[in-house]
């Protein structure tokens, strides 16, 4: 089994962002892996693993795949010492400015090309926070969706997968069979911190990185002059007012209550 | 004037809040029409449930396989209905599915999609409020039919007649949206408190509750507030994850929002930072949660709640 696992590199999540003409300034912070991808390559590991156990020459595999700038590889990096194989990028001056749908599309054709029957994908990428380009790599493909995943079971022999999909409309048990598109949740696991031992591996593993040429995709197709969508303006939001803060001295609740009452708010 | 599609959120039986404020979104740029995706039997009574809105017209799937297939199959449908009504736009309730019927069906039908607007105006430009309401961006779909999802409460439904024509609409789901088997599905346990989404109120409880949601609960059935949880909470096992708030629970948008033992993470606020007015109660008087709150106190949730509620049924009586 090959298994795909798209991971994004995004600017921390724990960071405030800003936007400069209407994209996100993606320098004024430090950019990681998404961290809800940590979650898909930790379960994809978890699939793996013990498949590969005790073999010689392992024939299961997890590749990295991302399509961004070129320090994106550090992203990868991180991923690789985590336990993945080896990691492709697709990166190109033309893809900036990329909407979903050229990112689909790129990451679609490597997938195809690169003979996969399992993508594995985090829920969100918490700087464009869309989630939807997991549905839009199953339609592109044309396989199976198993999105949104609390629980996921690989059965290789008879290549059928199940999960468990958990999200406010309750929970879903689904199956297909191979290839497909599994989105995991974050309840799902707890993403392994990298081993030292990982780390230098990680040093030796490969990345490849590919240009739109190399994968066959023509620039008008993608970047800010191919996209579908257009920002037409972006502004930082007013701060909120700086509210009141009291300490409670025995009268916090009927002063909070005073508050409710008087703002007319209940 | 141009039709403008909407998809009826329901969950089999009931409408959901959404399908007026999307219909009252889609009038703003053409015609509403309402497109029902259900089961067979309940188109009659889901429609049923577009009287009083903004939209005149519903256009009613009954196909169990969308059901029994997921999202595929429902795109299938729509790509269908979209096919055959050429509208300007097509309007979804952001929300996990939502989301992902959007996706796919932009690629499907060749049009740009957007997620998560809080406004549509009548030129079908959006607003979105992005980075946990820190930027507000404007943006326009420039190719193809616009697919947008709208976050639920972002405007009032407007109030219209009854339905003047719900039509009948067969599909058929291809093979190729089949692949996916539903072999069992739990709604999630409704209690008698509003939806999250849907409430006017929404208080939340976080690890400072220790996982004891009664004051919380109380406070939620005095005022007919929803009740939301962090993730500490939910990953406690206090709380359904369903009711979890932020970047990977519900985004929230209530008149009042009021946090109970809850720090402020950047990923909790990412879910309730454009609620209108703001209360937070917690010990720590560091926690991040203050910076955004209208009215914050400093104490013990379990002093300061039920005072709070005597105060106000007393005010109240
Ligand atoms: C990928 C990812 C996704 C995430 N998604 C979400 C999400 O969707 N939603 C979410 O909420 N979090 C999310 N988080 C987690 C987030 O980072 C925080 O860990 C979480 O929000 C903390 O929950 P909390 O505020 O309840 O707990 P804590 O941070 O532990 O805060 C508890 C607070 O309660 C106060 N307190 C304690 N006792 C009392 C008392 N008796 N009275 C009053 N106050 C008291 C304390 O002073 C403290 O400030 C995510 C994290 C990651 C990494
Ligand atoms: N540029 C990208 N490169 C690789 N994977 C991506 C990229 N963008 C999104 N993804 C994947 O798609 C998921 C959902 O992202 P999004 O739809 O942008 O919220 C992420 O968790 C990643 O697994």
């Not at chain 1, 679609?108 to 829920?123: E, M, N, P, R, S």
């Amino acid at each position: 089994m090959k298994i795909a696992i798209c991971v994004k590199q995004v600017p921390d999540s724990w960071a405030e962002k800003k936007m400069v003409g209407g994209r996100l300034d993606r320098e004024s912070v430090d950019a990681v892996l998404n961290d809800l991808d940590e979650y898909a390559i930790e379960e994809a590991l978890r699939i793996i693993e013990p498949l590969n156990e005790g073999k010689e020459t392992p024939e299961h595999s997890i590749t990295l795949i991302s399509m961004g700038p070129e320090r994106t590889t550090e992203a990868i990096r991180k991923g690789l010492s985590m336990g993945a194989d080896n990691g492709l990028l697709v990166s190109d001056a033309a893809l900036a400015g990329s909407d979903a749908i050229a990112t689909a599309k790129v990451l679609a054709k490597v997938i195809k090309d690169g003979g996969f029957d399992l993508v594995f994908c985090g829920t969100e990428s918490t700087d464009a926070r869309m989630s939807v380009i997991p549905a839009m790599l199953s339609e592109s493909l044309g396989w199976a969706q198993l999105t949104f995943a609390g629980s996921v079971k690989v059965d290789v022999a008879t290549k059928s997968v199940e999960i468990a999909r958990m999200t406010e409309s309750g929970v879903e048990n689904m199956s297909a069979t191979l290839p497909c598109v599994v989105s995991v949740i974050e309840k799902i696991n707890e993403p392994r911190y990298p081993s030292f031992k990982g780390i230098m591996a990680a040093k030796k593993k490969q990345i490849d990185t590919k240009t739109l040429i190399d994968i066959g995709i023509t620039a008008s197709e993608v970047g800010a002059s191919g996209a579908w969508s257009e920002v037409l303006e972006a502004n930082p939001r007013p701060a909120r007012e700086k509210g009141v803060k009291l300490e409670d001295s025995g009268d916090g609740g009927t002063k909070l209550a005073d508050y409710l009452l008087e703002k007319r708010l209940v | 004037m141009a039709n403008v599609l909407f998809l009826v959120d329901h969950d089999g039986e009931k409408v959901a809040k959404t399908a007026g404020e999307l219909a009252t979104f889609a009038k703003r740029a053409g015609t509403p029409v309402g497109v029902i995706l259900s089961n067979s039997g309940k188109g009659d009574a889901l429609a049923a449930g577009l009287n009083g809105t903004d939209c005149d017209r519903a256009l009613v799937v009954e196909n169990d396989e969308i059901a029994k297939h997921g999202i595929a199959a429902a795109v299938s449908a729509l790509a269908q209905i979209v096919a055959a009504q050429q509208p300007s736009a097509v309007l979804i309730a952001s929300s996990a599915r939502g989301k992902e019927i959007a996706g796919r069906l932009a690629l499907r039908i060749g049009g740009g999609v957007i997620t998560d607007a809080i406004d549509v105006n009548e030129n079908l430009a959006t607003t979105q409020s992005v980075f946990g309401g820190s930027f507000m961006v404007n943006a326009k779909v420039k190719v193809g039919i616009p697919v947008i999802t709208i976050r639920p409460s972002s405007i009032e439904a407007g109030v219209g007649s009854t339905l003047s024509s719900v039509e009948k609409v067969s599909v058929n789901i291809d093979a190729k949206d089949k692949t996916v088997t539903i072999t069992n599905s739990q709604p999630p346990v409704k209690g008698g408190r509003p939806d999250l989404t849907e409430a006017k109120i929404v208080i939340s409880g976080g690890r400072g509750t220790n996982g004891n949601f009664g004051e919380v609960e109380a406070m939620a059935d005095l005022l007919g507030a929803a009740v939301g949880a962090s993730r500490a909470a939910t990953d406690a096992g206090w709380y359904p994850h369903t009711h979890q708030v932020g970047q990977t629970g519900k985004t929230v948008s209530p008149q009042l929002y009021i946090a109970c033992g809850i720090s402020g993470a950047i990923q909790h606020r990412a879910g309730m930072q454009t609620s209108k007015t703001i209360v937070a109660i917690n010990k720590d008087p560091e926690a991040p949660i203050f910076d955004l709150a209208d009215f914050g106190v400093v104490g013990d949730l379990f002093a300061v709640l039920p005072q709070a509620r005597e105060a106000i049924k007393s005010k109240r009586a």
